[in-house]
C-alpha cells in the first residue's frame, strides 16, 4: 500500500498562494514475502536515486527516463512495481510507465511550499490503525489527540522555562491548542467522551493565556512615561 496526500484546496492570502491537502489517497501494489524485503528495498532504491537524477528534457517519457523527478505518488507507486517484479519475479529491470490522477503541487507551481512530512506521516498512521484488526475504529483520532496534548505541554514547557513569550511558539501552540480542539469537538459529535482531553485543554491555554499576560506585562514596564 502506497499513502498519498490528495484531496488539495487552493487559498490566497496577502497576495501570496498556497496549498493544503485535506484528505490521502491510498494506492495498492503488491505483497512482498518477508525473505524478499531486502533486496525489495535495496532495488526501490537504487531505482529511485536514478530516477530523480534526470533533469530537464531527459525527464520525458520514453526509456529510462520515463519517470522524471516529482516524485508524485504515482511516480513512487511506478518505482515499487518495478522493485517488486525484480525482488520477487526474478524479473530482469524495466520501466513502468506511471499513470497520472494526482494532483500537480510540485515545488515549480511556486507559492509557499508545502511541508507535507507529518502531514504524510499522520495519513499513514490513520490507515494503519483503522485496518479490520484494530477494534476501535476512532483510535487515530484519539492517539492525534494525545500527541496534540503531549505538543503543546512541551511547548508550554520551553515557554515557562525561557522566561520568553516567544511570538512563533505562541503561535505555534495556539495552532496545536486548535487542532486539539477540533479532534475532540468532532469526537464528542460521535459520543465519544472526550472529558480528558477538554481538561487538558484548558489548562494548557489557562498556562499559554498566563505566559502571554506576564510577557505583555513586562513589555509595557518598559514603555512607561518617564516621571516629570
Given at each position: 500500500?502506497?499513502?498519498?496526500?490528495?484531496?488539495?484546496?487552493?487559498?490566497?492570502h496577502n497576495r501570496i498562494f498556497h496549498s493544503n491537502s485535506c484528505g490521502y489517497s491510498v494506492i495498492q501494489n503488491d505483497s512482498v514475502p518477508v525473505e524478499n524485503f531486502p533486496?525489495?528495498?535495496?532495488?526501490?532504491?537504487?531505482?529511485?536515486?536514478?530516477?530523480?537524477?534526470?533533469?530537464?528534457?531527459?525527464?520525458?517519457?520514453?526509456?529510462?527516463?520515463?519517470?522524471?523527478?516529482?516524485?508524485?505518488?504515482?511516480?513512487?507507486s511506478s518505482i515499487l512495481t518495478d522493485a517488486f517484479h525484480f525482488s520477487v519475479n526474478n524479473s530482469a529491470s524495466q520501466t513502468t510507465q506511471p499513470r497520472g490522477g494526482a494532483?500537480?503541487?510540485?515545488?515549480?507551481?511556486?507559492?509557499?511550499?508545502?511541508?507535507?512530512?507529518?502531514?504524510?506521516?499522520?495519513?499513514?498512521?490513520?490507515?494503519?490503525?483503522?485496518?479490520?484488526?484494530?477494534?476501535?475504529?476512532?483510535?487515530?483520532?484519539?492517539?492525534?489527540?494525545?500527541?496534540?496534548?503531549?505538543?503543546?505541554?512541551?511547548?508550554?514547557?520551553?515557554?515557562?522555562?525561557?522566561?520568553?513569550?516567544?511570538?512563533?511558539?505562541?503561535?505555534?501552540?495556539?495552532?496545536?491548542?486548535?487542532?486539539?480542539?477540533?479532534?475532540?469537538?468532532?469526537?464528542?459529535?460521535?459520543?465519544?467522551?472526550?472529558?480528558?482531553?477538554?481538561?487538558?485543554?484548558?489548562?494548557?491555554?489557562?498556562?499559554?493565556?498566563?505566559?502571554?499576560?506576564?510577557?505583555?506585562?513586562?513589555?509595557?514596564?518598559?514603555?512607561?512615561?518617564?516621571?516629570?
Open positions: 500500500w502506497l499513502a498519498a496526500k490528495d484531496k488539495w484546496t487552493f487559498a490566497v533486496v525489495f528495498c535495496n532495488q526501490f532504491n537504487a531505482i529511485f536515486e536514478k530516477a530523480i537524477l534526470q533533469r530537464g528534457d531527459r525527464r520525458s517519457a520514453g526509456g529510462d527516463n520515463g519517470r522524471g523527478h516529482q516524485r508524485t505518488p504515482q511516480f513512487i494532483t500537480d503541487v510540485g515545488v515549480h507551481t511556486g507559492g509557499i511550499p508545502r511541508s507535507t512530512c507529518w502531514s504524510i506521516i499522520a495519513a499513514s498512521l490513520r490507515f494503519l490503525l483503522r485496518l479490520p484488526k484494530f477494534k476501535d475504529i476512532f483510535l487515530f483520532e484519539f492517539f492525534k489527540a494525545d500527541f496534540d496534548v503531549w505538543v503543546a505541554e512541551d511547548f508550554l514547557s520551553k515557554l515557562s522555562s525561557q522566561n520568553s513569550g516567544n511570538s512563533t511558539l505562541i503561535n505555534a501552540t495556539m495552532d496545536v491548542l486548535s487542532s486539539l480542539a477540533l479532534y475532540s469537538s468532532s469526537l464528542a459529535e460521535k459520543g465519544q467522551d472526550v472529558s480528558r482531553l477538554e481538561m487538558k485543554c484548558k489548562s494548557c491555554r489557562t498556562l499559554l493565556d498566563t505566559i502571554v499576560g506576564q510577557k505583555m506585562v513586562e513589555n509595557a514596564s518598559r514603555l512607561t512615561f518617564p516621571d516629570l
